[in-house]
């Protein structure tokens, strides 16, 4: 069974920076994940949140990734797809799919936060409707040599899209989740799942995806389905130095994750069973210690393997994403070496 190391990159700007520098810094990060033999690099979808990103045009990055490395799969984590329009996205999602000669993973969600919706004007209660439209519409566009589709939002009549994938059907998706209701869902639609501990713990992941699994059996699917974890990742020389040199960044990014939960739970479109107030609180106290604990992988080349074969046994996971600089304060050279331990020290005990 094959272990997939990625990289979940935000294309961070701390305090300070300019956004040539973010971008100067964040290829040089990718191009030595090629170099050092990492298998992909995951984008995320950050919007109107200049103190913390540039990564607003996932698949624009993802083309450039696809056309300087030979290699690396290049994912996206995830595109919103209720924020697309989706033949737009389509058309855009198969280029970089032809450009990188199939190395496009498609992963895709909803997104957490409704401020970035509300920067859209799109009502975030339409959220999970569109979405469902919208990888509809992707998959026929992506199949069929013309189509017509009348939904909620969008109706086409005999559209033609071109270019196809180079994968086909279409590139892998993969689906992200947070609430419970959802885990089932992915696994009827035959999709991979990305699994995330930044509002629970590394122990609320196990029933979800029990769930998600026995789901998958019961649609009918080959396999088991598979589970990918996003979770911050900090390797070091020695144990002291990984546990204290991400500290002040891994913290920082718990309280302003908590300040951004909290804020979002009055926001329209909020299911109350998210419980999002408390959860937000909670992550605004939370000790580092809890953290280390409950939440992030942390350590020495032989701690984080131990980790990460612990929870790849016990929850059955395919591959991880890596939060490499969670809270975007991590020094570039800190996080350039510790990419560099993942990938030349961790990775090859996973062969």
Known sequence: MTFEFGMFHEFQRTVGMSEEDAFSISFEQVDAAERWGLDAMWLAEIHVAPERSVCSAPLTLASAIAARTKRMKVGTAVQVLPLCHPLRLAEEAATVDQISHGRLIFGVGRSG?????????????????????????????????????????????????????????????????????????????????????????????????????????????????????????YVADTDRQAIEEPEESIMYFYRYLGERLEDSASRAGVRAVEDRAARGRRLQTISYEDALREKIIVGSVERVSDRLLELRDKLGLDGILAEMNCGTKIPHPRVMRSLQLLCEKVKPRFN
């Open 113 to 233: 936060f409704p401020r970035t919706y509300e920067a859209y004007g799109v009502p975030y209660g339409e959220s999970r409707e569109r979405f469902a439209e919208t990888l509809d519409i992707l998959k026929r566009a992506w199949t069929e040599p013309q189509f017509s589709y009348h939904g909620k939002y969008y109706s086409f009549d005999n559209v033609a899209l071109t270019p196809k994938p180079y994968q086909k059907p279409w590139p892998e998706i993969r689906v992200a989740a947070n609430s419970a209701d959802t885990f089932p869902q992915i696994a009827k639609l035959g999709h991979a799942v990305f699994v995330a501990v930044r509002l629970g713990t590394l122990e609320e992941l196990e029933p979800n995806i029990r769930a998600y699994r026995e789901a998958w059996k019961e649609a009918g699917h080959p396999g088991e389905g598979k589970v990918f974890l996003r979770a911050p990742v």
